[in-house]
């Protein structure tokens, strides 16, 4: 196991490409878009805190919801769904069925993301699991491209559905985006503080055994 920690905010344009991935990777989820969206914040931008540089991140999101082009909708939409399914579980332990789930590329689980879906995991029992299962597909069929993002915070599955099915119902796909950038980013917020915190500790596996 190795111990992964933040470095100082002030060395990010020294640090080579891959370090910097691998703190993006951390905070947002892999991806290869998200790395070349931020390469330039990384290495020409001085930011004061983590923070700062995750507002950078979510206003540069933001331009591209934004945009007509097709080729920013696709790149956006990538990193959007860079964060798993909640109540997902590790690549090898996912039924057929969710890897064949509207044809999403599936994608490698941070060890963040496994600690969190660990604990969403533990809020509900198998019948809750499989009403989430089908909640995280109908938003999927409702909003062709998008995952559901939320930043849980200590909230129990019943809230999360709640909230999930207002979300369907509504049915605007601009307001999702919006609130997905959002959600990415106050999840992106929550582990830099874990990730700086003493107490709040957090090993991460080396990225050449588990993927990520």
């Known amino acids: 196991m190795n111990t ?14 891959s370090d910097c991935n691998q703190i993006l990777d951390t905070l947002f989820e892999p991806s290869k878009h998200l790395h070349s969206l931020t390469e330039s914040l990384l290495l020409q931008q001085k930011c004061i805190s983590y923070e700062a540089l995750i507002d950078l991140v979510r206003a540069r999101l933001i331009s591209l919801a934004s945009s007509k082009a097709p080729d920013d909708r696709t790149v956006l939409l990538d990193i959007l769904g860079s964060h798993p399914r909640l109540g997902e579980k ?7 069925e969710s890897e064949a789930s509207k044809g999403q590329e599936e994608r490698p689980l941070s060890e963040f993301s496994k600690a969190e879906q660990a604990n969403l995991s533990m809020a509900g029992q198998h ?11 109908e938003y999927e069929e ?3 491209g998008l995952r559901y993002v939320t ?13 999930m099915r207002r ?9 999702e985006i919006l609130e997905t950038i959002q959600a990415m980013c106050d999840i992106a917020t929550d582990r830099a503080r874990k990730l700086r915190d003493p107490d709040a500790a957090y090993s991460m596996t080396s990225r050449t055994t588990d993927g990520s």
Do not use: C, W, Y
């Not at 019948?127 to 597909?137: D, E, K, M, P």
């Open 90 to 96: 590790a690549p090898a332990s996912r039924s057929a």
């Open 151 to 163: 930043f849980v915070n200590g909230r129990g599955r019943d809230m999360i559905m709640e909230e």
């Open 127 to 137: 019948g809750t699991a499989q009403h989430l299962s089908l909640l995280n597909r």
């Open 167 to 175: 979300r369907i119902e509504r049915g605007d796909i601009e307001l």
């Open 4 to 17: 992964f920690t933040l470095p100082d905010i002030s060395t990010l344009p020294a640090l080579r490409p």
């Open 142 to 144: 409702k909003f062709p």
